[in-house]
T-cell receptor
Framework: GQNIDQPTEMTATEGAIVQINCTYQ??????LFWYQQHAGEAPTFLSY??LDGLEEKGRFSSFLSRSKGYSYLLLKELQMKDSASYLC??????????WGAGTKLIIKP | DAMVIQNPRYQVTQFGKPVTLSCSQT?????MYWYQQKSSQAPKLLFH???????NEADTPDNFQSRRPNTSFCFLDIRSPGLGDAAMYLC?????????????FGPGTRLTVL
């Protein structure tokens, strides 16, 4: 079966750095997405990785290792508004998105 | 601004009473998706349209139906809602189904079944 694993919940301090990990086992691979979802709202796109390595976009970076079936999302200079769930999703060989359950990130002052 | 719109934002229905949720998009995207999301769970794909081509997920109950009368609009019909159908329903669009094509989500409709 296809599976995406990510921690259920993480806590971090305002101004700090946090890394959210995601491991996946899918039938084929056509890219990995990270989405942010605030409570009661829709997911919004953060990043896309299809090649190994680090993609940086402002305070957010995403890393991919296809051989390890592993990705992480790195958030720097954390702000209170970063409190949200972060969902990892992989496009499989049929270009269907397989979603993780999300990591709830709690930011403390 | 180009966007995905869902109506209503909140819907309350009674057990067994049919309900229709609507989604419209101004992005002119080819693909439209319907997801069900329950609290602290991953979004669950119900079905998607690639243009007029309907694609149903194998585990989507027959109770759920969909219509896409034109490029801009897509509807989700729940014929006989049960208590287990209470959830957030998310509509999303993408330009194509390719690898890098991200999905754009509407704000969702939260369905309550009494």
């Amino acid at each position: 079966g296809q599976n995406i694993d990510q921690p259920t919940e993480m806590t971090a301090t305002e101004g700090a750095i946090v890394q959210i990990n995601c491991t996946y086992q899918t039938s084929g691979f056509n890219g990995l997405f990270w989405y942010q979802q605030h409570a009661g709202e829709a997911p919004t796109f953060l990043s896309y990785n299809v090649l190994d390595g680090l993609e940086e976009k402002g305070r957010f970076s995403s890393f991919l290792s296809r051989s390890k079936g592993y990705s992480y999302l790195l958030l720097k200079e954390l702000q209170m508004k970063d409190s949200a769930s972060y969902l990892c999703a992989v496009k499989d060989s049929n270009y269907q998105l397989i979603w993780g359950a999300g990591t709830k990130l709690i930011i403390k002052p | 601004d180009a966007m995905v719109i869902q109506n209503p934002r909140y819907q309350v229905t009674q057990f067994g009473k049919p309900v229709t949720l609507s989604c419209s998009q101004t992005l002119n995207h080819n693909v439209m998706y319907w997801y069900q999301q329950k609290s602290s769970q991953a979004p669950k794909l119900l079905f998607h349209y690639y243009d007029k081509d309907f694609n149903n997920e194998a585990d989507t109950p027959d109770n759920f139906q969909s219509r896409r009368p034109n490029t801009s609009f897509c509807f989700l019909d729940i014929r006989s809602p049960g208590l287990g159908d209470a959830a957030m329903y998310l509509c999303a669009t993408s330009r194509e189904r390719g690898g890098s094509d991200e999905q754009f989500f509407g704000p969702g409709t939260r369905l309550t079944v009494l």
